[in-house]
T-cell receptor, first 114, second 109 residues
């Protein structure tokens, strides 16, 4: 089954404790991206990747890191989480960039930083 | 950066009614897509529509790129249509994605 998976689905952590949210797709997609969704602010892009070793900033990259060492994986790293990073996070992938292909979204990761 | 606004922000329909959702964007875009987020939070792609009109069952969409807007039509609405509808535009060479503010739709029996 074609899908985008994220782990963990729920996470409660404390300020400053490094964490990684994994994202994996099994569709051989080149384009992957991360978003956060907050009430009243909608969905905002954090980072995107056009292919292995190619990443770029979205609208809200501060406080986040990403890496794309393999085509299928695109982890989101919070080196020192803060309460303002409490949010619902989505990973997505598509065959290519340019918005010409269907974006497939993961199920979301609800993160709470205390 | 580009501004993407949707209207109305909230909409309540009786089952069977039709509706039109609007997406306005402030600058030229490479592409535009419509998404539905169901009440359980899952995001589903509805249309990729940089220009023109497309139809998929009871849903159709029209984008007039030169006038910087897109419309999503829902006909004969059903309770399963409830959720939030987002438009999203691609800019920055086509790889940066900006979502609209969303329309929260509730379809009642």
């Amino acid at each position: 089954e074609a899908q985008v998976t994220q782990n963990p689905r729920y996470l409660i952590t404390v300020t400053g404790k490094k964490l990684t949210v994994t994202c994996s797709q099994n569709m051989n997609h080149e384009y992957m991206s991360w978003y956060r969704q907050d009430p009243g602010l909608g969905l905002r892009q954090i980072y995107y990747s056009m292919n292995v070793e190619v990443t770029d900033k979205g609208d809200v990259p501060e406080g986040y890191k990403v890496s794309r060492k393999e085509k299928r994986n695109f982890p989101l790293i919070l080196e020192s989480p803060s309460p303002n990073q409490t949010s619902l996070y989505f990973c997505a992938s598509s065959l290519a960039g340019q918005g010409t292909d269907t974006q497939y979204f993961g199920p979301g990761t609800r993160l709470t930083v205390l | 950066g580009i501004q993407v606004e949707q209207s109305p922000p909230d909409l309540i329909l009786q089952e069977g009614a039709n509706s039109t959702l609007r997406c306005n964007f402030s600058d030229s875009v490479n592409n535009l897509q419509w998404f539905h987020q169901n009440p359980w939070g899952q995001l589903i792609n509805l249309f990729y529509i940089p220009s023109g009109t497309k139809q998929n069952g009871r849903l159709s969409a029209t984008t007039v790129a030169t006038e910087r807007y897109s419309l999503l039509y829902i006909s004969s609405s059903q309770t399963t249509d409830s959720g939030v509808y987002f438009c999203a535009v691609f800019t920055g060479g086509g790889n940066k994605l900006t979502f609209g503010t969303g329309t929260q739709l509730k379809v009642e029996l």
